[in-house]
């Protein structure tokens, strides 16, 4: 069974980092592109960034880029979201999600059970 | 850039209803649009992709269509469990986004 276990969010304030971790099972976690999407109760679901099997290609949100670095250490089978200069726009619900096959990166068929990261002060 | 938008936002219908749900496109996008239902404290579930092709476990009263710029979501016999909140994603370009969803209540 695929499972995508989270840890790392919490209460950050504004101008503060956070790392988000996601470590995968079930699967063989080298062989897929994996993302991070995040949902906030007012502006829906927001894809966040990508990154490719061997980590050599990642592709971010306009409004994260510089800010956000998404990572991967597949002899871990660990995904990562290390989120820097936070700002109160970037409380959310943190999702890691896996593609659906080892050809696509395109939509998300397994999820993480997402991690709230809340930015205030 | 690319909006999606969904219609209508909330849908009440009852068990056994036919229900659809609509997702534009501000430009084409040919097939490259997914659909997902997420329920309060969980999260999204993938339900099809490209615009028509059932994921695999889900029930076939679901069901997919549209190119371009408009596609439907459609439950042929709404049951019990379909009582959720239905979001439309397109995959184009590489900034994926997803459509502000669509609250299906009873």
């Known amino acids: 069974e695929v499972q995508l276990v989270q840890s790392g969010g919490g209460l950050v304030q504004p101008g503060g980092s956070l790392k988000l971790s996601c470590t995968a099972s079930g699967f063989t976690f080298s062989n897929y592109w994996m993302s991070w999407v995040r949902q906030t109760p007012g502006e829906g679901l927001e894809w966040v960034a990508n990154i490719k099997q061997d980590g050599s290609e990642r592709f971010y949100v306009e409004s994260v880029k510089g800010r956000f670095t998404i990572s991967r250490d597949n002899a871990k089978k660990s995904l990562y979201l290390q989120m820097t200069s936070l700002g109160a726009e970037d409380t959310a619900v943190y999702y890691c999600?896996?593609?659906?096959?080892?050809?696509?990166?395109?939509?998300?068929?397994?999820w993480g059970q997402g991690a709230l990261v809340t930015v205030s002060s | 850039d690319l909006q999606m938008t969904q219609s209508p936002s909330t849908l009440s219908a009852s068990v056994g209803d036919r229900v659809t749900i609509t997702c534009r496109a501000s430009?084409?996008?040919?097939?490259?649009l997914a659909w997902y239902q997420q329920k309060p404290g969980k999260a999204p579930k993938l339900l099809i992709y490209k615009a028509s092709i059932l994921e695999s476990g889900v029930p076939s009263r679901f069901s997919g269509s549209g190119s371009g710029t408009e596609f439907t979501l459609t439950i042929s016999s709404l049951q019990p469990d379909d009582f959720a909140t239905y979001y439309c994603q397109q995959y184009s370009n590489y900034q994926r986004t997803f459509g502000p969803g669509t609250s299906v209540e009873i």
């Open positions: 999600a896996r593609a659906l096959t080892v050809a696509t990166n395109e939509y998300f068929a397994h």
């Open positions: 430009q084409s996008i040919d097939i490259w």
